[in-house]
């Protein structure tokens, strides 16, 4: 079965930045796309940012210009650079793949100054 363990959140003040990565059990090759998903606090989960295997990359509006997502297929990971961090994008964020597996545990970012 197919593990997906996110890390490298953390708290920063507005401004900062971070870089999220997600470690994937198998190879990355296996999936055609795989996404970074957030979800506050009484809000659903959404879509933020995705690649797919030939390495083309989309972003939900909300992060466009701010968030990068990138891909080492040799690590298996793939990462979620995020800078210019604002409180709206305190969430919990995950990461998985197309077709979906199992979530992982997800990795709590805290923006507040």
């Known amino acids: 079965q197919v593990q997906l363990v996110e890390s490298g959140g953390g708290s920063v003040q507005p401004g900062g930045s971070l870089r999220l990565s997600c470690a994937v059990s198998t190879t990355i090759f296996s999936f055609n796309t795989i996404r970074w998903y957030r979800q506050a606090p009484g809000n659903q989960r959404e879509s933020v940012a995705e690649?797919?295997?030939?390495?083309?990359?989309s972003y939900a509006d909300s992060v466009k210009g701010r968030f990068t997502i990138s891909r080492d297929n040799a690590k298996n990971t793939v990462y979620l650079q995020m800078n210019s961090l604002k409180p709206d994008d305190t969430a919990v964020y995950y990461c998985n793949t197309d077709p979906p597996v199992r979530w992982g545990q997800g990795s709590q970012v805290t923006v507040s100054s």
């Open positions: 690649i797919t295997r030939g390495g083309r990359t």
